[in-house]
């Protein structure tokens, strides 16, 4: 990746990138003075970074409130001791408001320009969350999570029957797309089952037509931990991903979150059908007890991006959670028990570097959420983050000595909320204050 140095961007009234210009650019100086005569010329102040608007690709709104607490417990009984009751509270719609509100003000002042959002089974906490994300300029890809299984699931938080889940699911789709009639889209629906234990076959398959009729953005848990994967090889005898795959939800925009466990097959099956994997180091570290193994992914084609998993991952950074991905991949690769010869350690890959998980955060998100984001390419939208060096709260620190890469590797390093000086989305400028 090389920086791009005193580069002007041009972009339409959409936002729409036109232009990618640097000084040695024989448009270049043209450029730069049409935009000063029309009064459109915005220069970054100095040690100030302009990188594109950071993608997460898993997100649970309605855990926004237990960011940080309630990590003891295995997978499915975090479900049900603290995440179920706590997602059934957003049937009020004031508390979903409020929530809601202050996810996506903190997410954007974090520079998360795209959201990938489960919301909750109740159809109206969704459309909320849908207005929040609108009110503030948030890219988001938000899904009403469908959820009926009567063995896994409460009674007081599912789909009473198949049918309800996707006739919700339809009508969440409907008002999104009325919510914006005429105007730019900037958040889009997601048929969303909440993973294979917690819907019924006739569930699955009913979303599955949903999604061939509709060709909207699919996401799910896939192969997420040793819990799961049992589960669903007992029920159907075959993996997460050849059921999803067999009901159709398999696409080439669907989003697979964590996808740990898949195998070898799994991954050429993902990347046949063009679909993404959400990879989610820190909550894999809670819930999976495995490493997402990110090089064979990448090696296999598959599209592969990053996700905080608010609230199973307590950060709402990208910038940690590409940190966390660089570690994870550092101690799977060169292995992590002391007691065993150093050949025998670790997976003997190469570990993921900082370049790349700077892409898993931008460009390979983009891709994986089928959005025309997260590059400074023209035809993509200009999202994007200042970052600026120097500032006391700030860990992110330029010295005379560092050259543009050393600038370009401290700021994935080290840089945090206190670094962002702006956000844009679709070439606005967001209040993030
Ligand atoms: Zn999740």
Not at 18 to 47: C, E, F, K, N
Not at 86 to 113: N, W
Not at 118 to 134: I, M, Q, R
Not at 190 to 208: H, K, M, N, Y
Request: charged fraction near 20%; proline fraction near 5%.
């Amino acid at each position: 990746m090389t920086p791009l140095i005193n580069c002007a961007i041009g972009i339409d009234d959409n936002g729409t990138i036109l232009s990618v210009t640097t000084p040695d650019d024989p448009d270049h100086a043209g450029i730069l003075s049409d935009a000063r005569l029309a009064d459109r010329l915005q220069q970054m102040p100095s040690h100030t970074y302009l990188i594109p608007g950071l993608v997460d690709l898993h997100i649970h709104a309605p855990q926004w409130p237990q960011l940080g607490k309630a990590l003891d417990a295995p997978l499915e009984e975090w479900l049900l001791k603290y995440t179920f009751p706590l997602e059934a509270k957003f049937s009020d719609i004031g508390f979903a408001t409020e929530v809601y509100d202050d996810l996506v003000a903190t997410l954007l002042a974090h520079g998360t320009t795209t959201a990938v959002y489960f919301g909750s089974v109740d159809l109206e906490p969704n459309v909320v969350l849908a207005k929040a994300c609108l009110k503030h300029g948030q890219r988001a890809i938000i899904g009403k999570v469908a959820m009926d299984h009567p063995e896994t699931c409460p009674d007081y938080y599912r789909d009473a029957t198949p049918d309800d889940a996707i006739s919700l699911t339809r009508a969440f789709i409907q008002t999104l797309a009325e919510l914006q009639a005429g105007g730019q889209l900037l958040v889009h629906p997601a048929i969303t089952p909440r993973f294979v234990p917690s819907c019924t076959d006739a569930l699955l398959e009913g979303l599955g037509d949903l999604a061939r009729q509709t060709g909207c953005h699919v996401q799910t848990h896939c192969a997420e931990s040793d819990w799961e994967v049992a589960h669903v090889k007992e029920r159907f005898g075959k993996t997460d991903a050849e059921t999803l795959a067999q009901f159709g939800l398999m696409t080439n925009k669907t989003i697979l979150a964590h996808s740990n466990f898949v195998t070898d097959g799994d991954m050429d099956s993902i990347a046949l059908h063009g679909s993404a994997v959400a990879h989610c180091p820190l909550s894999n570290a809670y819930f999976a007890n495995a490493v997402f193994p990110a090089r064979r992914a990448l090696d296999r084609g598959l599209k592969v991006g990053l996700g905080t998993d608010i609230s199973g991952g307590f950060s709402p950074s990208l910038f940690e959670t590409a940190r966390t991905a660089l570690v994870a991949s550092r101690c799977a690769c060169s292995g992590t028990n002391p007691n065993l010869p150093q050949v025998e350690r670790g997976t003997g890959e190469d570990a993921l570097t900082t370049t790349e998980v700077f892409w898993l955060a931008t460009k390979g998100g983009a891709e994986a959420c089928a959005l025309p984001v997260g590059a400074f390419e023209t035809g993509r939208q200009f999202d994007a983050l200042g970052v600026r060096a120097g500032d006391v709260t700030s860990g992110f620190r330029v010295h005379a000595s560092d050259s543009h890469q050393d600038i370009f590797e401290k700021l994935v390093l080290t840089a945090n909320v206190a670094s962002l000086s702006h956000v844009w989305v679709d070439g606005v400028q967001i209040d993030t204050a």
